[in-house]
């Protein structure tokens, strides 16, 4: 076994347990009800997977940053997931790229993790073969070109000098992505043949995108440019079988794509002041938030139909939010 061939080996197994493929959910933000976490049919049971995370150029000398999307008066506080969905129907932003001390190009990044975490004790993210889904599909508008990567997990990454397996998402512009959920936007499909390691890598372990895809650990998007300000905004990612949407702001249903939901399939109806939660099969938490993230109303859910009175609220725009085992919903209300 030659040197090269046995660093691969030992790369594969740094990876840890590879969990096999599942059901990938489509994940469109213009469907009702459509949770933060993206439905990877890979999670294991920390139930940790498919959450969406950000990194920047810090480490590299760089001051980038990441501003959130809100754009309502008074702002949300606190930047998460579930508030972009409702701001934008997407993951979305600004990318404040500055270069600092760096000597390339400054960038930020975020993506989600495909099975999630060994444990509640310990945060190593695992692998997962995520083969089946035959590459991914994405739609999506950003100002600047996006690189679309395969995350194989710190000690691999780091052993390959970052040049992980990948593709560009050429820029797509949009007259205000960051507002209301209109058609705007580019689709991309690719298969996982496509993703490269870029040219300028020269290492001795060369990891091309089929493998990589068995031993996928995150998918990773990374906007790098010249300093300024790029809007961008992430509206629904799949496998590779078409069921992203051509354009942002589309549901499944309206381009006959059929929208499989989650196990205990939550729904927030609101009817007047009342709000009715259905399809919670475990005990849960509602919580209804302010524009400034304060909780104003809460309730528990002991798994059957369940209702929260909000007739003591004032008029307004209010994010619910519903939290429990294997329950994670987050939509918009408006009260008249």
Not at 222 to 240: E, H, M, S, T, W
Request: aromatic fraction near 8%.
């Amino acid at each position: 076994m030659n040197k090269k061939n046995a660093l691969a080996i030992a790369l594969w197994a740094a990876s840890s347990t590879t969990f096999a493929a599942g059901q990938f959910v489509t994940w469109n933000c213009a469907d009702d009800n459509i949770t933060e976490n993206i439905q990877t049919g890979l999670g294991n049971e920390t139930e940790t997977s498919g959450y969406w995370f950000d990194y920047r150029d810090d480490n590299d000398g760089g001051e980038s940053a990441f501003i959130c999307p809100f754009t309502i008066d008074p702002p949300f506080i606190y930047c998460s997931a579930e508030n972009m969905i409702v701001e934008c129907g997407g993951f979305c932003g600004t990318a404040d790229l500055a270069k600092g001390s760096m000597t390339s190009s400054p960038y930020i990044g975020f993506g989600f993790n495909i099975v999630g975490e060994k444990s509640s004790t310990d945060p190593t993210p695992l692998a997962g073969d995520a083969s089946t889904w035959g590459g991914l599909c994405v739609t999506y508008s950003s100002d600047a070109d996006l690189k679309l990567e395969l995350g194989l997990g710190p000690v691999i990454d780091s052993t390959i000098n970052y040049a992980n397996p990948s593709v560009t998402l050429p820029a797509a512009k949009a007259p205000d992505i960051l507002k209301g959920n209109t058609n705007h936007g580019n689709k991309v499909v690719v298969s996982w043949s496509d993703f490269k390691q870029p040219s300028w890598y020269d290492g001795s372990v060369k990891i091309d995108g089929e493998t990589a895809a068995k031993q996928l650990v995150a998918v990773k998007f990374k906007l790098q440019a010249d300093p300024g300000r790029y809007n961008f905004n992430i509206c629904a990612v799949g496998p590779k079988d078409g069921t992203c949407p051509e354009k942002c702001g589309i549901p499944s249903s309206e381009v006959g794509i059929k929208f499989v939901r989650t196990v205990s399939a939550p729904k927030a109806i609101l009817n007047g002041r009342t709000l009715g939660f259905t399809g919670i099969k475990s005990t849960a938490t509602a919580e209804v938030m302010n524009s400034l993230g304060q909780v104003v109303a809460h309730a528990a859910i002991d798994g059957a139909a369940s209702t929260l009175n909000l007739t003591h609220l004032n008029a307004g725009i209010y994010m619910v939010r519903v939290t429990g085992k294997g329950v994670h919903l987050a939509r918009r209300i408006v009260l008249k």
